[in-house]
């Protein structure tokens, strides 16, 4: 059988002009049909991938972008009376609500008031979720005094089906954390029986079930993880860098026109390569905003399109790093997990570039920019160079299989933060799972 979800290779690929311009005016069901038409002839195999893989993410628009127009004001209106119609279309033109024409008409993303609500300015009357960060600032400056942290993590995984969801046999995958510089002590303490791990220093590693009747799987681990500070300015670069690492890797790390232009202006008047991320990694983090995105699968060339649009999500920041970074001639590559905070835990993605002799650092451009965003100077510059204690990783490369490989289409084809499925040999959506990551433990050793 072979894997559904290589098709993402093939995103480059520009789609035929009619199937694009149906897509565009909202048309999905004229767009499948001709799909569906030139898969059955197939005149032109080289462009099957391109064509399969659309047919997939134009079944599933719907999912994310499901508010109409009314639907998007009264949610803010629920909030906000006096919102009116023509800040909506203030900030529709500002980038700051994502939608997509499905049916013929504007749709909205589903999570589109809470991407408003980290903008009070421009959304001043939303309810804003204050943060007491108080233990988060001591811990940094900790780190920063102590040169690295150590914590103790226990963290229980679970997926299942969404309601509704039918089938008669399922087989399961979950992330766990995965060997890589910061983590050690890697424990699988209790799981669904019949779970095989895979090796530690798999890609994206996980836990898999063979196919069988159950419905709900859940894994149990603990690992330590350790952060370690260093100022990237105090590293003397070797005069020769090494060239691993800076190729491009379709179809989101591509060496776009505008993306070669912008690295060239961002870092023209550098020094060696530690100016040179320090200069992407201050203009990702003071330019980007953040804004949720739809589900990656739906995203094309996702370094360029962060770059022009100026929002994006935690993968995007990274990503756009990433690539920055390649065509300036630093390695950088792709990490992400879980953000394991106490009281918090969640998905995350990040980057790591390399710097000869020192090694590996990290960068988390979606934390900068948020601390840019709360004019917490300090924080921002923490994120380049370093991490944080409360984090799990469980992956080292983006689009890169699972073990063993879901041939499937999987709810997220590049990364694996909350699990995959297949029932009776489909593979389940994001939106028919239903993943959980509970912390269990954290102490600092």
């Given amino acids: 059988m072979a894997d559904k979800n290589l098709d993402f290779s093939r995103l480059c690929d520009r789609l035929p002009g009619d199937i694009a311009r149906r897509k ?62 023509e800040q909506f279309d203030a900030l529709v033109d500002g980038g700051r609500i994502d939608w997509r024409y499905i049916g013929g008409e504007p749709r909205f993303h589903d999570r589109f008031l809470g991407s408003l609500r980290l903008y009070p300015k421009l959304a ?15 811990t940094l400056a900790r780190m920063r005094r102590e040169g690295s942290l150590t914590a103790r993590i226990t963290i229980r995984a679970t997926v299942k089906p969404a309601e509704g969801v039918t089938g008669s046999r399922f087989q399961a995958w979950l992330p766990v954390p995965a060997a890589c510089p910061q983590q050690s002590e890697i424990e699988i303490l209790d799981a669904t029986p019949g779970g095989v791990a895979a090796p530690e220093g798999a890609p994206q590693r996980t836990i898999w079930w063979p196919e069988n009747e159950r419905r709900e799987y859940f894994v149990t681990y603990r690992y330590l993880h350790q952060a370690v500070y260093t100022d990237p300015l105090t590293i003397t670069p070797d005069p020769v860098q090494p060239g691993f690492d800076t190729g491009e890797e379709a179809p989101h790390l591509v060496f776009t026109p505008y993306l070669r232009e912008l690295a060239a202006r961002v870092t023209r008047d550098c020094r060696g390569p530690v100016e040179k991320a320090k200069a992407i990694y201050d203009y990702v983090t003071g330019f980007v905003d953040y804004r949720f995105q739809p589900g ?46 106490p009281g918090s835990t969640g998905a995350h993605d990040w980057a790591m570039f390399y710097i000869a002799p020192h090694g590996w650092l990290w960068a988390d451009c979606s934390f900068g920019s948020s601390a840019r965003r ?37 709810a997220d084809p590049y990364d694996n933060q909350r699990g995959e499925m297949q029932a009776d040999g489909r593979g389940l959506a994001a939106f028919e799972l239903l993943a959980e990551q509970e912390l269990e433990g954290f102490e600092l050793v």
């Fill in 24 to 85: 565009a005016a909202g048309d999905l069901e004229g767009a499948l049909r001709l799909i569906d038409k030139r898969l059955a002839e197939n005149d032109q195999p080289e462009l099957a991938p391109r064509l399969r893989v659309e047919r997939r993410r134009l079944e599933l628009l719907a999912h994310d972008y499901p508010l109409t127009r009314g639907e998007a004001l009264a949610q803010v209106r629920a909030e906000w009376p006096g919102f009116t119609e």
């Fill in 296 to 341: 990656y699968l739906q995203l094309e060339s996702i370094a360029d399109q962060c770059a022009r649009e100026l929002r994006g999500d935690c993968g995007l920041f990274a990503l756009v790093f990433i690539a920055m970074c390649r065509i300036a001639g630093i390695p950088a590559r792709w990490q992400s997990g879980l953000a394991a905070r």
């Fill in 124 to 138: 001043p009357g939303l309810i804003r979720e204050e943060e007491d960060n108080a233990i988060r600032d001591e």
């Fill in 374 to 410: 709360n004019g917490e100077e300090e924080r921002r510059r923490h994120y380049f160079g370093n991490l944080d204690p409360w984090r799990m990783v469980a992956n080292s490369a983006c689009f890169a299989q699972v073990t063993p490989a879901d041939e499937e289409w999987r």
